[in-house]
């Protein structure tokens, strides 16, 4: 059953706590992406990657980090360096084929609340 | 800086009409543009997706594309209330795989 997921669903983080999100996805696509929504927003890209051991920063990376050393994951770190994290993450993932279109398919989002 | 336009809404609908949400773009070389559907509280699903000038239809749902004008829409024939949701243009940046956004439509379908 191909998909992507996140994990948690939910997850709450004292100020001053560095927290990692799980993004595993089984599509064999090549590159993922990282994005953050909140309320009556857009979506806003932090991270994206279009190959192993390789990312770039989008839109609003400070405060937020990024690993990629295998294909079918792609964890983001928020980091106590950012101030504003509660909101909801948005992991995503695309094929990136030659002719391709690349389109992208979301997980389900994680829910992070700052207390 | 790119930007995507999109009316915040909410558009209301009757059951059974035609729901026509708009966007415009600021890329002029963009060649790849989305229609995403975004339940409360969930994550966006794609629903369309547009390459060429002019209409692409899958069932109830017509993607429209006019590059000239940078102007992209998305109709959807007989709503249903279980189109109730946020609609969200997304356009692919030139010279990347990146998409950039619009903030989203809220259309609403009362029975």
């Known amino acids: 059953d191909g998909g992507i997921t996140q994990s948690p669903k939910y997850l709450f983080r004292k100020e001053g706590q560095n927290v990692t999100l799980s993004c595993e996805q089984n599509?064999?696509?090549?590159?993922m992406y990282w994005y953050r929504q909140d309320p009556g927003q857009g979506l806003r890209l932090i991270y994206y990657s279009q190959i192993v051991n390789d990312f770039q920063k989008g839109d609003i990376a400070e405060g937020y980090s990024v690993s990629r050393e295998k294909k079918e994951s792609f964890p983001l770190t928020v980091t106590s360096a950012q101030k504003n994290p509660t909101a909801f993450y948005l992991c995503?993932?695309?094929?990136?084929?030659?002719?391709?279109?690349?389109?992208?398919?979301f997980g389900p989002g994680t829910r992070l609340t700052v207390l | 800086q790119k930007e995507v336009e999109q009316n915040s809404g909410p558009l209301s609908v009757p059951e059974g009409a035609i729901a026509s949400l708009n966007c415009t773009y600021s890329d002029r070389v963009s060649q790849s543009f989305f229609w995403y559907r975004q339940y409360s509280g969930k994550s966006p699903e794609l629903i369309m997706s547009i390459y060429s000038n002019g209409d692409k239809e899958d069932g109830r749902f017509t993607a429209q594309l006019n590059k000239a004008s940078q102007y992209v829409s998305l109709l959807i024939r007989d709503s249903q209330p279980s189109d109730s949701a946020t609609y969200l243009c997304a356009v692919k940046d030139s010279g990347y795989s990146t998409l950039t956004f619009g903030k989203g439509t809220m259309l609403l379908v009362s029975p």
């Open positions: 599509l064999n696509h090549d590159a």
């Open positions: 995503a993932s695309s094929s990136q084929r030659a002719g391709g279109f690349d389109e992208q398919f």
